[in-house]
């Protein structure tokens, strides 16, 4: 737990401490399937334990970045078909951000960050910020943790498909909470089909696609987990808090 715990300051204390320029990061993360080999809180506890190692850094660094309590039920339905899967529906999302933001944008600081686990949540999140920012006159970002997928050389070729309880997010976890990760139940689901496509792509392409995660194999995961290793994970947390203090740094000195 970060040391910028916005919630175990008293109201009193938090109205005197935050300002205009304080910088405030919820993290959001996820209850959902992934696979066999990973908890259902994979991407809360990413979002969570990440946002709270860069909220430090910073801190360190001579910010002034306060942390949220998480927000574990999110958007997770293309996960709907597994058992232990918790989501709630993306309008119960957009007006829990909102009224969120609204309660934020009661106190002195202005600048609210999403810091993402789950890829789920990105196109609602990118929604909620212009919202915040038009009915709120909130600075609203989103930033998430530094995931790539296995190239063949760092990790299984994952032929760019490492997106779900694949190499990084397997390697991240095992580097955070190890006694959580049973690599023996580890498995390639790479949709190789897929691949040589041009332009339909799952991030980043010129189509997108709507999609469940059982599309692409029964255990509901998406890239190859079978290579992870907590090594690889703690150079993924390294990058994940120098890419975070490096961004909050912008986020401050941003001005419309």
Request: hydrophobic share 45%.
């Amino acid at each position: 737990m970060s040391a910028r715990e916005l919630a175990e300051l008293s109201g009193p204390a938090a109205a005197s401490i935050l300002t205009a320029d304080s910088i405030i990061v919820l993290p959001t993360g996820a209850i959902e399937h992934h696979g066999p080999h990973l908890p259902l809180a994979t991407d809360l506890i990413m979002a969570d334990l990440l946002s709270s190692k860069v909220v430090d850094a910073a801190v360190a660094s001579g910010l002034d970045v306060w942390r949220l309590a998480p927000l574990a039920y999110t958007k997770s339905n293309e996960h709907h078909w597994a058992v232990g899967t918790v989501w709630i529906s993306w309008d119960t999302m957009m007006r829990t951000l909102l009224d969120i933001g609204e309660s934020i944008a009661a106190t002195p600081a202005k600048t609210l960050v999403f810091y993402n686990g789950h890829g789920g949540n990105t196109a609602l999140l990118m929604v909620a910020l212009r919202e915040l920012h038009i009915k709120y006159g909130l600075r609203t970002f989103l930033m998430g943790a530094a995931v790539a997928a296995g190239d063949g050389v760092n990790g299984p070729d994952e032929r760019g498909f490492g997106i779900h309880g694949g190499h990084a997010e397997t390697s991240i976890v095992m580097a955070l909470r190890p006694e959580l990760v049973d690599l023996s139940l580890a498995e390639r689901w790479v949709p190789d089909q897929l691949a040589d496509f041009k332009h339909i792509k799952f991030n980043g392409g010129a189509v997108a696609f709507g999609w469940a995660s059982d599309d692409f194999g029964p255990s509901g995961v998406i890239g190859d987990a079978t290579g992870a290793n907590a090594a690889w994970g703690a150079e993924l947390v390294e990058r994940s808090i120098d890419k975070g203090v490096a961004e909050l740094s912008e986020i401050a000195r941003f001005n419309k």
